[in-house]
């Protein structure tokens, strides 16, 4: 009994001992100097054991700080860092659940502003750098960038892996200052790993050439910067990875990078049958098919940061290969560059129903589809810089893309009139095969001069598009009613389809006030050709070919739109605000010369004035505001203009009209962003509207009997939009482990177009809100809880009596969860139901949709076995519908169902220190 009495006695005393405190550390920092309070330093506490960060903040705009934390160690390290300033230390004894520290003055560093002051600080915020130490932010063990990014604040990416900075998007992601994949966000946030990483830095998205000159980059968009550790630029490491699934399913993935200090060079390979983009290593956010970046076009292919991976409906399957390659070239010279190859296989079944109202009826189209599609693609990138001396700065980025794809598609449709009485039917067979070619090359030359920023800049950029293509068709239309017919049609068409454009830029800047104001003269030259030929030939019984030409079907010709813009814009760009105003006047030429129909021929002038406004406002590196104004001019398209009846389509006739004129599109924005570094909450809005004169609409006219359409296109006023959104962000820690981050979003849009129906002029309002609100539990190394919710509001209202107002509702709820225990096992769902009521009888009205993972880590982490299941109700479904202002259409079409995967990953790694490699073959991280 006595020796049970004294071990509790021991454990008692080392609870006690180590019994965890809070503690709260406020201050006021003051620059020595002058004196005056110091906002946006960062203070932060550190570990005196391992230099950890226990917790951090950013000082506000009267100097003031707070950390509030707990800790087992009765002393920390206390840092204040601030660029330009020394950095303050001091050693704390945390022996009170309040700690006082008074004012805190700061002394003036002897290094000058411009040189980067390296720092263990959390974040630094530097003019208009936004710099992370990726060490002070905990993640799991083999967290890939993406993992790193969802830690910092401020920083969100969505469950497309999108990101967002303060509620503005990241458009580029760049390793060591340079592209990597062609600036491929998604290889890049999910393929390397944060062991490699030191240090993220964040800023506006500037051209080569702007940020050679310090002009203002987009401060719409946003750009990442990773800097690798300077003891991992010299060595291998990469990650491979293959699964294989019921009803056939299979993935595989690996990734080699080899970095020797300057040089880099990364190969990666991938391939599946699940609609990801090939390069997946078994994530769950990837092996759903819409990983970040992805968009979907209408024929059928879908691209990952503006690469084409082919068919994007239905079943694909992809295979891909990339090169990158960056290096430095002497002391001026830089160079980058990458290959990528795709290939993909897709197969689609779509059905629709839509009902098309007129202004004194309806009518109903049925229609089924189903196609099949192989791409195959290759594209190649470089980027050359080259700085003779400081001064002086050339830019060459050639960019190249093949393809060639098949594609076999067979419909048919039905359409009945307002008493569901069959009118026409049309059934169609066709084999596609196309070739394109692009090319692309962008140069620019900058000079700097004198001390005060001037510079002048000559840009040219030129690009080649030549697209072939062989089309064999096959359709039978049927026309009934008092005057019957039958249309068959068996022809094959030879197209070419060359588009050639040119455009020249001489910018000179003169400085007004040193590096703070300027007068910019710009002139811009810029031509773009279009070259159109089909040559259309019906089967001849006779000779048992296509020999016969078919004028009405056929096309060639040339269209030229030519501008030529002077302008002059001012800037101004001061220590809170940065303002931008930009007058050109734009000299149109458009030129078309039909060579089968030269009646149709047309030549037209416009002159037109441009403008661009742009006002910046920092309240404080942790608020601003900003604004703009454009006013852009757009021409019609070379199919709106061209005068010549179109008859391709049996049931659809075009008329083109030759006295269009180019819109005017005039549009307002603002939006203010904040976000509070003490008590991590954010706040993001918006609001924008757009008006847009002589808007180019169609105009279409329904044959009452045979429901046969006439479209021609017209210019008309009144057409606008506007919105408002809103972001807000609030974390809340409920202990050390434990905390809650509210996210509320909402957004509203209204737009009024005008339109004609059966030559009935109306106009149209569409008004839709759309709030969301989501909850984050998050245990750290325990447990991850995130519910949400989303509900969609919609209301369509007509000016005229034929049409009636109609309201749509769309609920989108769901949740994701993650459990990290026990050690080593990671299991992660993504459960989400949707309901849409408006859906038509037929169409599956809900679905929930639950994907679910599961990964055991091995071999000291780096080896990965991981059980997957997608769909696992085996409901998934894309059934929508669409509502514009004179039709409602119900579609569905295939859809990836259930199926589980095993699969294993692989990650290796021999990156040297301080630029050696390691001796003794491959050693892995943990």
């Known amino acids: 009994m006595k020796k049970l009495v004294l071990v509790f006695a021991l454990l008692f005393a080392i609870l006690s001992f180590s019994q965890e405190k809070s503690f709260e550390i406020v201050g006021t920092l003051m620059a020595e100097n002058d004196n005056t309070p110091i906002e946006s330093a960062t203070v932060y506490v550190e570990r005196i054991k391992d230099s950890t960060i226990v917790t951090y903040t950013i000082s506000d705009k009267d100097g003031k700080f707070k950390l509030q934390n707990s800790t087992y160690d009765s002393s920390l390290n206390f840092f204040v860092s601030y660029v330009g300033y020394e950095t303050y230390l001091k050693k704390l004894t945390i022996d009170k659940e309040k700690i006082d520290l008074g004012t805190i003055s700061l002394k003036l560093s002897n290094q000058l502003d411009e040189v980067l002051i390296k720092s263990t600080a959390p974040i630094t915020i530097k003019k208009d750098t936004l710099e992370f130490n990726v060490k002070s932010f905990k993640t799991k063990k083999d967290a890939n960038v993406e993992d790193l990014l969802k830690q910092l604040p401020g920083v969100e990416v969505d469950e497309e892996g999108k990101i967002t900075v303060n509620g503005k998007e990241v458009n580029k992601i760049l390793v060591n200052g340079k592209p990597f994949f062609g600036n491929d966000p998604t290889i890049t946030t999910k393929n390397l790993t944060k062991d490699i990483i030191e240090k993220i830095q964040i800023v506006d998205t500037k051209t080569k050439s702007q940020a050679f000159t310090g002009e203002a980059g987009d401060d719409e968009n946003k750009t990442i910067n990773l800097t690798i550790k300077e003891e991992n630029n010299k060595g291998v490491f990469g990650r491979v990875s293959a699964g294989a699934g019921t009803d056939k399913r299979y993935e595989f993935a690996g990734m080699a990078n080899f970095f020797d200090n300057d040089q880099r060079i990364s190969v990666l390979v991938g391939g599946n049958n699940t609609n990801s983009p090939g390069f997946s290593f078994g994530e769950i956010s990837k092996m759903f098919g819409n990983g970040g970046g992805i968009s979907f076009n209408s ?14 409906q239905g079943i694909t399957t992809s295979r891909n290969a990339g090169l990158n390659y960056a290096d430095k070239i002497g002391e001026n010279s830089d160079i980058s560059g990458d290959y990528f190859y795709s290939s993909s296989n897709s197969e689609n079944e779509t059905s629709s129903e839509r009902e098309t109202i007129l202004a004194d009826s309806r009518f109903f189209t049925n229609s089924n589809s189903r196609s099949n599609s192989d791409t195959d693609s290759h594209s190649a990138n470089l980027e050359f810089e080259i700085k003779t001396d400081s001064t002086f700065q050339i830019s060459i980025e050639p960019s190249f893309n093949y393809s060639k794809s098949r594609t076999l598609f067979s419909s048919n449709e039905e359409t009945l009139d307002e008493d569901l009485v069959l009118t026409n039917q049309s059934d169609v067979n066709s084999s596609v095969e196309s070739f394109a070619k692009d090319f692309s090359n962008e140069i620019s030359i900058t000079k700097r001069y004198g001390k005060k920023g001037g510079f002048v800049r000559l840009e040219f950029d030129a690009n080649i598009n030549q697209q072939e293509s062989d089309d064999f068709l096959n359709s039978n239309t049927e026309v009934f009613g008092s005057d019957p017919e039958t249309i068959v049609r068996d022809q094959f068409t030879d197209g070419e389809n060359n588009s050639y454009g040119i455009s020249t830029e ?42 016969d030409f078919n004028t009405d079907l056929s096309t060639d010709f040339e269209y030229t739109d030519s501008r030529s813009i002077p302008s002059l814009s001012l800037t101004y760009r001061g220590e809170k605000w940065y303002t931008y105003f930009k007058m050109g006047y734009n000299i149109r030429t458009l030129e078309n010369q039909d060579l089968l129909r030269p009646q149709f021929n047309v030549e037209r002038e416009f002159k037109n004035i441009e403008a661009n406004y742009r006002f910046n406002y920092r309240f404080s590196p942790k608020s601003s505001f900003y604004a703009g104004y454009s006013l852009r ?17 049996p049931l659809s006739t075009i008329i083109g009209n030759p006295n269009l004129g180019p819109s005017n599109r005039h549009n307002l924005y603002m939006g203010f962003d904040s976000f509070d570094w003490q008590k991590r909450t954010g706040f993001y809005g918006n609001a924008y509207v757009s008006v847009t004169n ?48 509210f996210r509320m979003r909402a957004r509203y849009n209204f737009s009024e177009r005008i339109n004609f129906n059966n030559d009935v002029k109306y106009a149209s309002q569409v008004r839709s809100i759309s709030p969301r609100f989501g909850v984050d539990f998050i245990w750290d190394k325990v447990m991850e ?21 109609r309201e749509f509702t769309r609920h989108n709820a769901g949740l994701r969860t ?6 080593n096992l990671e299991w992660r769902n993504d459960i989400s139901f949707n309901y849409n009521p408006n859906v038509a009888d037929g169409f599956q009205k809900s679905a929930w949709f639950w994907n679910s993972t599961l990964a055991y880590s091995v071999l000291k982490d780096k080896g990965i076995i991981t059980l997957k299941v997608y769909d ?22 295939t859809v990836l169902r259930r199926y589980f995967m095993l699969s294993f990953s692989y990650k290796f790694n021999s990156l040297g220190s301080k630029g050696e490699t390691n001796d003794g073959g491959v050693i892995f991280f943990d």
Not at 512 to 529: G, P
Not at 707 to 719: C, H, K, S
Not at 786 to 803: L, Q, S, V, W
Not at 872 to 893: C, E, K, P, V, W
């Open 299 to 312: 024929n059928g292919t879908f691209s990952v940061g503006g690469r084409s991976f082919g068919g994007g």
């Open 506 to 547: 001489l910018t000179y800047r003169l400085p007004i006030v040193a590096k703070k104001f300027f007068l910019n003269f710009e002139y811009r030259y810029s031509r773009d050709k279009d070259n159109n030929r089909q040559s259309t030939f019906d089967f001849n019984d006779v000779t048992q070919d296509f020999t």
């Open 633 to 649: 001019n757009n021409p019609p398209a070379l199919r709106q203009l061209q005068a010549f009846t179109d008859v391709s389509n």
């Open 694 to 741: 002589d808007q180019v609409i169609s105009k279409t006219v329904v044959d009452p009997e045979t429901l046969r359409r006439t479209t021609t296109y017209e210019n008309v006023d009144g057409n606008y939009n506007y919105g408002v959104s809103g972001n807000y962000d609030k974390q809340v820690k409920l202990d050390t482990l434990r905390s809650l981050k």
């Open 785 to 805: 809880f995130k519910p949400y919710y989303e509900i969609n509001f919609t209301n369509n209202a007509y000016d005229i009596e034929a049409f009636e107002d």
């Open 818 to 823: 993650a459990t990290f225990l026990p050690k």
């Open 872 to 893: 696992l109700l085996n409901q998934n479904t894309n059934a929508r519908r669409i509502a514009t202002q004179d039709y409602i259409q119900d579609s569905q079409s």
